[in-house]
């Protein structure tokens, strides 16, 4: 939503028309928010965070 604001566009569906990301893209988002991990808050539990980390890995084709 902050992107679909940023550009002025009515809908996310207008947004998600023209936002298009590939796998090297989500990859390398996600290891920068990794290199961050000290300075990120976190609101789960540790179970959920194992949860979510073996969720991404699968989404972003890493073996666990």
Not at 32 to 55: I, M
Request: contains cysteine; aromatic residues 2%.
């Amino acid at each position: 939503m902050t992107v679909q604001q940023l550009l002025g566009h009515s809908t996310i569906a207008v947004t998600m028309r023209y936002t298009h990301t590939n796998l090297d893209a989500k990859r390398a988002a996600v290891a920068k928010l990794e290199s961050r991990r000290d300075n990120l808050v976190t609101v789960c539990t540790k179970t959920q965070q194992g949860k979510v980390k073996l969720s991404l890995n699968a989404k972003l084709g890493h073996a666990s």
